[in-house]
Each structure stands twice: as structure tokens, then as C-alpha cells.
């Protein structure tokens, strides 16, 4: 089937969403979703959404600016984190004024919370700058977008799943899909593609992402021609429930938990005196692991407390009730009156598809645009969150840069017309397809995925090291060998879950390789990449972003790009 639309959004989280209510005024705009559009990982978030209002403290957007300079260990690119943070108050009002039911403080204005790495006058305290809806942000701001969009008539494909990008002359202009219910492909034909299409925290064991988080549009466009960035940084979160990854947020220490090791010693403020439960994720999940090795786990295993006892039943009930909730169900504990064991989860996805900030997919480090491609939201790297994302800084970038590509695709497509179709443009996702449902292979794809997992969780996680992460690499390839031998068992075309979980294996497998290459070529620790052989970070040879290109005989090719540093010089990162 064929359909034409201005404009195609894949993703239906907060920065496919945010780019659709943009555009949806005049322009036609097609949103697909492999998810049912508000099943999407962004209304799991919990904690909140940074923004400098000071509406419960003093604080400005340069203070803001600065931390998440800092939050990146000096690898974000400073002029797109200046847009970030100077166009925050400006986003939350306007969430305020599309419905959105924020908490509030008694005289009526926008709550705020503390959270990891956001401080006062650069560095001095803990600063409240995060907005919320108790512990449901990211559920109340994706349901009302989705209104928003609904009524400026965008048409949702649900259940939808991108194959492929119609690629000529260098130029996209559309995508196949293929429906979930029907097993069908249907072409869709543009004048843009944004991807919005998530991260990827499926590629790890454990991990507080959801299902559909597999890196689908990263590895699309990866071998459409558009390079990776900053793959080798992987945020884990300290604070998974013990065992099942299932996040408990920031918010529960933004509140004033505190971490505790088998000693019950609050063990964050030897490691950060200034801000101790507070710093950024990258420290804390790293402190959590060395109190482990030292042998201060709970009970000497893999985990420590995350106390919340003495925070009262009211702030618990009301503030973190999802959370405590969470607690309750899949630890059995009563945070009211016991500690939740946690563990650090994978989490965020600081590398992405190389974009600008406008949204604009860059081919090369001089920033050539890949012209009707586009990328915004967790899919991305533009590069505001460099080695370590602050927390609450993701949900503010979907909507800050969604908006930036959604005005810069309306630009675009008063600029070009439709271009004429290739021949057969559906050819490469059928013949994929066809060969997975053909194939009479002796392997399948859950033990496949089970090892990827395994192997990355081991050797390509917190620590890292030129050992493990060369075994990985060699695992990676056995994997990806193996996987040319997978048969699907299920031969029907009606929600075909072996089929889709066979196709999003083979996306994973592509970005683990990548995130392990990224990891060993990158001989120096930098925030969320911690490499034991070379434990200092490295500004002389290593401050630059790492960039990956598809080669289909060689496998993925390295080079470099420059980082931007516009107010903040690299320093020692000291909380
Ligand atoms: C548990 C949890 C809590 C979090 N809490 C916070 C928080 O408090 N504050 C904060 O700032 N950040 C938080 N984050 C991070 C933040 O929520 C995400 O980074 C952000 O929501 C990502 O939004 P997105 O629009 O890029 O993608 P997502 O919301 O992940 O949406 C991806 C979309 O792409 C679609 N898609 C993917 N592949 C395909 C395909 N092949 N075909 C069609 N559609 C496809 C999916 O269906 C979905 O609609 C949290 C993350 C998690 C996992």
C-alpha cells in the first residue's frame, strides 16, 4: 500500500510528538509507532524535566548550562547545551499551557526537585530544578501531547515498524513499514523523515528500558549511509531494583534518599562530599560497584540500600507513589518502613545518529547534512549529554530539540518537491524478510539475544577494560555469525513476534559491535565510560567526539569529530 505525507515521524515519544505538533498545523504529517503511540518509553519517565524557573530557589539557565557541561566530563558540545538550557523555562511554560498537570508549589507555581549534578552558582549545592508530576513525568507530558496531536489531525500508524529509509540521490524521501497486524509492507512517501525512534538499553542484561527499546533507527540509518556518534557511552542508572533493572528514580534521593552499604553507612559522602547522593550517575554507579568490591555489598553481594525510611509516609505516598509501589511489588519490601536493594541498570544512551541541532542528520564531522534526514530525542547525538547525561536533562531535550527539527523540517519541505519513487522501493525490506521466513537454519533468536545481553552486561558495562572488551568484540562477531543461520518458527503474518524479535536482534547486534569498538578505540575513562587500563581522562588526545561509518567489508570505520567549547574549559570534575 502506498501513502504520502509532507512529512514522516517515526517514534511517538516525547520528540516524535513534540517535532508532529510543530509541523501539524499546515503541513501533512504521518506518525508511526511500532508500540501503540503513548506505550512509548517516555511515558515511563518518572522523575522529572530540568528547567532553571527558580520558582523554589534561586537559579539561572547559565548555572544550568554549566552543570551539564560538567554532567558530560566536558564532551558535550557547549553551543547546543546553551540551546538546551536557555530554551528550558520557555518549553516548560508552554507544557503548562498545552495541559500539562504539573506539581505545584503552596503559592500555586511549578514544583521543583533536586537531582543528580544540578547545583547552585556552578558547583557550590544541590540546586531544585526539576519539574514534575510526582513520579509519572513523562506519563502526563506524553498524554497530552498526544491529545495536541489528535486534534491537529496527524495520522497515527500504530503498530507500524519501520523496515527501511527510501533513499535516492542521496536523499530520503520516505520509509517502508511494515504492519504489525496484517504482516504487511506499506511505503510511505515524504519530503522528510525525522527518527525518533528511542534508545537502546534491550542490547544490556539488565536495564530499566522498555521492550521496544532496540535501537531500531540507529541501525537503519546506520547502514542508510548516516554515521554514529559517541556509541562507547552507556549510562547505567544507579538505583535498578535489585536483579530486574526496573528503575527507581533519581527523585527517590532528589527527595532526600540515601544510599547505604552492609555497614548502613551512607558511603556518598566520602566519594562526593559536596553533593554525596546527588552527584551524576556515572560516579554513583561506579561508587555503588566499588563499595561491592570492597566487599560492602548487602550481605556481601552485588547490590547496597536505597534507604527512604526516613522520608515520612506522606512524601512517599504522594511524591514517589509509582516508585514506592514499584518497591513493593517486585521486591517485596515496604519502603515506608525498609530499605529497597538496588543495583546500577542500564539506562540511557548518550551516543545516537550524528545530528545538529536543528535535528539535521550529519554525514562527516564538517556537519554536511544528509538532506530530508532527520533525528531528534534519545535516537540522536547532538551532542548536549557527551559522556554522562545529567538526570532530567533527556526529557527536555526530546521536546527542545523535537521542536528545533520539527520548525527546521517545515523550512525544508517548502524548499524541494516529491521526488519520483525508485523502482520497487519496498524490494529491500521483503527480501529480508522472506529470506528470515525461508531460511531452514539451525539456530533461533532468543538464545542469540540472551548471549549479546550476557556478554555486554560482563564486559562492556561500568568498567571496562582492553581484556573483556576484546572478548566481547570476538562474541559480537560469533553472534552476528550465528545469526545468519536464525529460522523464524512462526510462518504467519498476524502479529508475528518471532519475526520482529529476529529483525530487532539483528539491529542490536550491529550497535553492540559498534558501542564495543567505540569503547576499546577509546583509550582513557570519561564519564560513563570507565576504562580500567586507562583509569585518567585524556583532553589531549581524547577530547573529541567518536564517530562510526558503515562499511559493509570492513565493518564500522572510525574517525573523529571536534568538540565545541564555547564558555566552559575542561576541568577537573569534582563534586
Ligand atoms: C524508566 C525510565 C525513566 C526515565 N525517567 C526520566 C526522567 O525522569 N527524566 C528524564 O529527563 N528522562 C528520563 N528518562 C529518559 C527519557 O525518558 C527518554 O530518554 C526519552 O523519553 C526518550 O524519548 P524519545 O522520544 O526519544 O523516544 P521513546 O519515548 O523511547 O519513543 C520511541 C518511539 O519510537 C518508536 N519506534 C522505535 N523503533 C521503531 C520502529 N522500528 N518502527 C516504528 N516505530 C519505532 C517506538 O514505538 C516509540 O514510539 C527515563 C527513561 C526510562 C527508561
Redesign the pocket.
Known amino acids: 500500500m502506498k501513502h504520502q505525507f509532507d512529512v514522516i515521524i517515526?517514534?511517538?515519544?516525547?520528540?516524535?510528538?513534540r517535532a508532529a505538533i510543530e509541523l501539524g498545523e499546515d503541513t501533512s504529517v504521518a506518525v508511526?509507532?511500532?508500540?501503540f503511540?503513548t506505550?512509548?518509553?517516555?511515558?515511563?519517565?518518572?522523575?522529572?524535566?530540568?528547567a532553571a524557573l527558580g520558582n523554589e530557589e534561586e537559579d539561572n539557565w547559565e548555572w544550568h548550562m554549566f552543570d551539564t557541561v560538567k554532567g558530560s566530563d566536558y564532551l558535550g558540545d557547549q553551543d547546543a547545551i546553551e540551546i538546551l538550557a536557555r530554551d528550558a523555562p520557555r518549553t516548560i511554560y508552554e507544557l503548562e499551557h498545552l495541559g500539562v498537570p504539573f506539581n505545584r508549589t503552596p503559592e500555586g507555581k511549578i514544583a521543583q526537585r533536586a537531582f543528580g549534578g544540578h547545583t547552585r552558582n556552578f558547583g557550590e549545592a544541590s540546586v531544585k530544578r526539576?519539574c514534575?508530576a510526582a513520579?509519572r513525568?513523562?506519563r502526563v507530558i506524553?498524554d497530552t501531547l498526544w491529545e495536541k496531536c489528535l486534534q491537529r489531525s496527524i495520522q497515527f500508524f500504530d503498530e507500524?515498524?519501520?523496515?527501511s529509509l527510501i533513499v535516492s540521490a542521496g536523499q530520503c524521501h520516505g520509509v517502508i513499514?511494515y504492519e504489525l497486524a496484517s504482516g504487511k509492507l506499506h511505503t510511505l512517501h515524504s519530503k522528510a523523515v525525522l527518527l525518533?525512534?528511542?534508545?537502546y538499553?534491550k542490547v544490556y542484561k539488565t536495564?530499566?528500558?522498555?521492550f521496544?527499546?532496540?535501537?531500531?533507527?540507529l541501525a537503519?540509518a546506520f547502514r542508510t549511509g548516516a554515521p554514529l556518534e559517541d556509541m562507547e557511552f552507556v549510562q547505567f542508572?544507579p538505583t535498578g531494583i535489585y536483579k530486574l533493572g526496573?528503575?527507581i528514580?533519581?527523585?527517590a534521593r532528589g527527595e532526600g534518599g540515601v544510599l547505604r552499604n552492609n555497614e548502613g553507612e551512607r558511603f556518598m559522602e566520602l566519594y562526593a562530599p559536596v553533593i554525596k547522593d546527588l552527584a551524576p550517575r556515572d560516579m554513583v554507579s561506579r561508587c555503588i560497584l566499588e563499595e561491592v568490591r570492597a566487599g560492602r555489598g548487602i550481605d556481601g553481594k552485588d547490590y547496597v540500600h536505597l534507604d527512604l525510611t526516613h522520608l515520612g509516609e506522606e512524601v512517599l505516598n504522594t511524591k514517589l507513589a509509582e516508585i514506592t509501589g514499584f518497591a513493593r511489588t517486585y521486591s517485596g519490601v515496604e519502603p515506608i518502613k525498609e530499605p529497597i536493594p538496588v543495583q546500577p541498570t542500564c539506562?540511557?544512551m548518550m551516543g545516537g545518529i550524528a545530528a545538529d541541532a536543528d535535528g539535521k542528520v550529519i554525514t562527516d564531522s564538517e556537519g554536511t547534512p544528509f538532506p530530508g534526514l532527520y533525528a531528534?530525542?534519545?535516537?540522536?547525538c547532538v551532542s548536549v549529554h557527551g559522556a554522562n547525561r545529567l538526570?532530567?536533562?533527556?526529557?527536555?531535550?526530546?521536546l527542545v530539540f523535537?521542536r528545533r527539527a520539527g520548525k527546521e523540517m517545515r523550512r525544508y519541505i517548502h524548499t524541494v518537491g516529491f521526488s519520483p519513487l525508485p523502482a520497487n522501493p519496498e524490494k529491500e525490506a521483503a527480501d529480508k524478510i522472506s529470506a528470515l521466513m525461508e531460511s531452514n537454519g539451525n539456530e533461533t533468536g532468543a538464545p542469540i539475544r540472551e548471549e549479546l545481553q550476557e556478554v555486554m552486561m560482563d564486559k562492556v558495562s561500568v568498567f571496562r577494560h582492553r581484556t573483556g572488551l576484546i572478548e566481547a568484540l570476538e562474541k559480537v562477531r560469533e553472534l552476528k555469525g550465528r545469526y545468519q543461520k536464525i529460522a523464524i518458527q512462526d510462518k504467519g503474518s498476524c502479529f508475528n513476534r518471532d519475526l520482529l524479535d529476529a529483525i530487532?536482534l539483528d539491529y542490536m547486534l550491529d550497535l553492540a559491535e559498534v558501542i564495543t569498538l567505540g569503547a576499546l578505540a577509546r583509550e582513557e575513562s570519561r564519564g560513563a565510560h570507565s576504562r580500567e587500563d586507562f583509569p585518567d581522562r585524556d583532553d589531549q588526545k581524547w577530547l573529541v567526539h567518536t564517530m562510526f561509518r558503515y562499511s559493509k567489508e570492513e565493518g564500522p570505520q572510525v574517525f573523529f569529530k571536534p568538540v565545541t567549547i564555547t564558555r566552559f574549559q575542561p576541568k577537573e570534575r569534582k563534586y
Open positions: 517515526v517514534g511517538a515519544g516525547l520528540a516524535g510528538l508511526l509507532s511500532k508500540v503511540a506505550r512509548s518509553h517516555s511515558g515511563a519517565a518518572q522523575g522529572g524535566i530540568g526539576a514534575f513520579d513525568t513523562g506524553l507500524f515498524q519501520l523496515m513499514a525518533a525512534t528511542g534508545g538499553g536495564t530499566s528500558n522498555a521496544a527499546s532496540t535501537g531500531d533507527g537503519i542508572h526496573i528503575l528514580s533519581e527523585a539506562h540511557y531528534a530525542g534519545e535516537c540522536a538526570g532530567c536533562n533527556s526529557l527536555l531535550d526530546t523535537g530487532e
